[in-house]
């Protein structure tokens, strides 16, 4: 089956200073990659996602790149700001359908 | 777009009761169900999925089983809870695709 590693595992940054959490996946039939993004005691929520045929997409502050040869993908926030801070899952859905999750990465955007 | 309900928002149960929390969805037909576990700082463990009425399919071994009754119904439920059970759990919804998965408010469960 799919199996999705994510690093860091915590991330710590300045506001206004850009955020980068790396995933890997291993399942080369994956071809879709949604990120979700979960604040403290709520729901996470779909942030952004990219299917294979693209290798990059942008929406406001946050962009997600795709590198399918290296089964590697990644999120992008720049100019961050306190309210980025959260805990960011990456996923990745595979030959078997039902999406695998990273483990997570805790952002921290000091003021 | 589609709401997903999820009740109650928290409970507290003592180690040996039984457990129903349900889950429904509006806005959207036919969906793909699927309940998650959070424990507390860790990430999402896929439980129970469901592409159908009636068709469960179970990721982990454990006291879990899970249901679905109606289209946008699906309900977990156990006969006899653990300490092990606590956590957050989390409905969830994606369209036939397995696609875009929205999540529901959540269900705080603290096993005592």
């Known amino acids: 089956g799919e199996n999705v590693e994510q690093h860091p595992s915590t991330l710590s940054v300045q506001e206004g200073d850009s955020a980068v959490i790396k995933c890997t996946y291993s399942?080369?039939?994956?071809?879709?990659f949604p990120w979700y993004k979960q604040e403290l005691g709520k729901r996470p929520q779909l942030i952004i996602d990219?299917?294979?045929?693209?290798g990059e997409k942008k929406d406001q502050r946050i962009a997600v790149t795709l590198n399918k040869t290296a089964k590697h993908f990644s999120l992008h926030i720049t100019e961050t700001q306190p309210e980025d801070s959260a805990v960011y899952f990456c996923a990745a859905r595979g030959g078997s359908y039902i999406p695998t999750f990273g483990r997570g990465t805790s952002l921290i955007v000091h003021p | 777009s589609q709401t997903i309900h999820q009740w109650p928002a928290t409970l507290v149960q003592p180690v040996g009761s039984p457990l129903s929390l349900e889950c429904t969805v509006e806005g959207t037909s036919n969906p793909n169900l699927y309940w998650y576990r959070q424990a507390a700082g860790r990430g999402l463990q896929l439980l129970f999925y469901?592409?159908?009425?009636?068709?469960i399919s179970s990721e982990v071994p454990q006291n879990l089983s899970a249901s679905r009754p109606q289209d946008r119904q699906f309900i977990l439920s156990s006969k006899k809870l653990l300490l092990s059970d606590s956590g957050f759990y989390l409905c969830?919804?994606?369209?036939?695709?397995?696609?875009?998965?929205?999540f529901g408010p959540g269900t705080r469960l603290t096993v005592t």
């Open positions: 469901s592409v159908g009425i009636g068709q």
């Open positions: 969830a919804s994606s369209g036939t695709d397995f696609n875009e998965q929205y």
């Open positions: 399942d080369s039939a994956s071809n879709y």
């Open positions: 990219i299917r294979s045929n693209v």
